[in-house]
């Protein structure tokens, strides 16, 4: 279910959005409507569903428009037109046109943001900047200090709890940031760009920590970045914007093996293939498969060495080599590729990272036949299929 929905989304800063409006009805572009009338437009016409559980990174170049979008999800940027949808109690509440009662409900019950710039009171400490929202919101202390302790132990920073943020590096005061806002227990984290002020090697920590906690909390994450890496890393969905406008929408996956245009093939044209691709998009499907014996069986590579029977539901029944019969093993993290026997292939399934794939092609130069979940043969992973997902459309 979406907990998140932006439906055609306009934000315009300016003496008279309506002018813009007009404007961009009529077809002008960005430049233009701001030469003429000093409204800019930050946002046009953007759709967005953000399920529950997601984390969705909004990414684009700096002055795309993901973190004023980003904002009208808790209503700190004013909607022009349009809807943002947030799913609250079995309702469905309109950010951009709600009362002031509802916006604060949605902002201390549903909504939490960590920024940027960490916003943290130096003259309180630790403890007390975690426990701020709650205060304001009236929580009992003997309360209120029973959840801070348990967003500080969560965020590893419990021993640090009395120091100020000045006696805190970085990554640490960010780490604040975090357990504030989960202090407040809300469904629905707004994070805009929290790591990008932060040292590489601290930024790929605190990385790793929200893939840890979001696997704990299972909260739902728009996260603003405008680092692909990143991005792919933490997503499980990615809106890539320019000039205001949402361009692309899909998995990491889907970003980085079918570009929507230029601007996101410019994008992932430097990125690593292996720390995104999968069986899933590499893999050469059953139905391109070569036919052998009458149709009945298929050739698991190009040259036909490797012949797959298959049985009435598409489940492999018996596979040879040179007539030799040959049995499959599963993919797993910790399979001790040297030691298998010669008469095996690994098989992996449709998540089976590509780095796991080119690890074998690389030990044994043999197919890798991807077995769905009930057991079916749905396609193979060659050297063939490995040097295409390296190269993509080159």
Known sequence: MAVVRFNEV???????????TEMLDSGAGRDEIFNKTQNLVAVHNASLQVEEGQICVLMGLSGSG???????????????RGQVIVRHDDED???ASCDWQTLHQLRTERISMVFQQFALMPWRTVRDNVGFGLELDGVPKEKLGRIVDEKLALVRLSEWAHKYPKELSGGMQQRVGLARALATDAGILLMDEPFSALDPLIREHLQDELIQLQDELK???????????????????IAIMDAGKIVQVGTPEEIVSDPANDYVRRFVASMNPLKVLNCASLMRPVSQLQTVNGNTDRALDMDK????????????DKITHAGTDVSLIPFEDDLDLESLPHNVLVSADLETPMRAAVEINY???????????????IGVVGTEEIFSGILGDA
């Open 10 to 20: 306009d934000v315009i800063f300016g003496p008279n959005p309506s002018d813009a």
């Open 66 to 80: 993901k973190s004023s979008l980003l904002r009208c999800a808790n209503g700190l940027n004013k909607v022009t």
């Open 93 to 95: 509440i309109d950010v």
């Open 219 to 237: 909260k739902t994450i728009i996260f603003v970045s405008h680092d692909l890496d990143e991005a792919l890393k933490l997503g499980s969905l």
């Open 305 to 316: 060495k490797f012949i797959c029977s298959l049985d009435d539901k598409g489940r492999p």
């Open 363 to 377: 030990v044994f130069g043999l197919p890798m036949p991807v077995i769905d979940k009930i057991g079916r043969l």
